[in-house]
C-alpha cells in the first residue's frame, strides 16, 4: 500500500476578531441566538493590509519551517479555497512565487467548499505518486468576510477568515488516506454567485436544507471511511470536523457512539472558516500536543456543492 503521512502544520489568522456583540451592532441579531444554535462567540476578519494571499503565505511558511524543508522540497502545491484573491492567478500560483518553490511544481487551487482540505488531500496523494519530489504542500484558505452580505443576519454572523496549512509526504509503505468523497450538485441551498451572474457575490445559504445534509453526510462519512479503511471507530485518535455549527458536531457524535473529548473544535473562536476550517484545527491540535507523532486522525468536511469528504490521515 502507498500513501501520504503528515509532516507539519501551520496556520494564520487575521489581526480582528469580532465577538458576537460586535456582530449585533451590525445586525439584528445576539449573542444568545447566535452561541445557542451554533456554538459559535466570535471569527476572525481581515482589516486594512490583511489578504488572502498574506494568510496563505504565514500559513505555508510556518509548515514548511516545521517540516525542516526547503520551498523547493515541494512537487505539489494545493490551495483549496473559495475566496481567492484572484480567480487568476491561483492562490498556489502565488504561493510559488512567494515562497520560491521551483516552476515545476504543480500549483493550482481547488474549489471544494468547506470540503476543500478533504479533496486536496486525496488530490495531493494522487498527484504525488506520479511526482519526482514527494512532499506536498495543502493549504485551506479563506476571506469569507469579503463575500459576505452585512444586511444578512443568517450568514453575516456564521463565517469567518483564516488559513490553515499542511505539508505531507508521499511513501510507497505508508498508509493510504481511504478518502470517500462526494458531490451532488445543488446551486440553491449554498451559492456565491460567479462573475457571469448578475447579483454581488456574497455567500448565500439556506440553513435548514445544508444543516439536515450535513447531519446526514458527516456521520455517514466517517462510517464510510472507517469501513474502507477495515477500522473501528476507536482506532481513530482525534476527529477533525468542519467546524460549521456545533449542533452538527453534537448530533454526529452522539449518533456514532464517539468520545466527545476526541471531536472538540474551536468554532466558537472561529466560526465557519469553510475550506480553513480543518486544517486550522488541525494545527491548533498539532501545535498543542492534542495529537502527535504516529497518532490518525479523521478529517472529514461537508458543505457547498454540495460536497463532502472524509479521509483518515496519519502523523509522522
Ligand atoms: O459550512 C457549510 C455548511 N454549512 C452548514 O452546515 C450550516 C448548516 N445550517 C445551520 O447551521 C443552521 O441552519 C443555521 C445556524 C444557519 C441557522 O439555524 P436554524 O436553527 O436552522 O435557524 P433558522 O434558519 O431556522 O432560523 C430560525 C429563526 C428565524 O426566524 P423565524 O422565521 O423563526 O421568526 C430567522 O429569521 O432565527 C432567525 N434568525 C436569526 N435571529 C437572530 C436567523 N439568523 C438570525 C440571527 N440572529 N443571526
Known sequence: MSGIKLLSTGSALPQRWLNNDDMAKIVDTSDEWISTRTGISGRYHCGQGESHTGLCMAAARQAIERAGIAPQDIGVCIVATLSPDYFTPSAACLLQSGLGMAEDTVCF??????????????TAQCLLAAARRK?????????????????????????????GAAVVEWGEDYPSLHAVLGSRGNAEALYIP?????????????????FRFAVDALPRCVEQVAEQAGITLDMVDYFVFHQANQRIIDFSVKKLGLDPAKCAGNIARTGNTSAA???????????????????????VGFGGGLTWGGALLELK
Open 135 to 163: 512532499l506536498a504542500l495543502v493549504v485551506g484558505a479563506e476571506v469569507l468576510s469579503r463575500v459576505l452580505d452585512f444586511t444578512d443576519r443568517s450568514t453575516c454572523v456564521l463565517f469567518g477568515d483564516g488559513a
Open 194 to 210: 460567479g462573475a457571469n451572474q448578475p447579483h454581488p457575490s456574497y455567500i448565500h445559504m439556506d440553513g435548514r436544507p445544508v
Open 277 to 299: 476550517s480543518v486544517p486550522l484545527l488541525l494545527d491548533e491540535l498539532v501545535r498543542t500536543g492534542v495529537v502527535h507523532s504516529g497518532q490518525r486522525v479523521m478529517c
Open 109 to 122: 487551487d481547488l474549489n471544494a467548499a468547506c470540503s476543500g482540505f478533504v479533496f486536496a488531500l486525496h
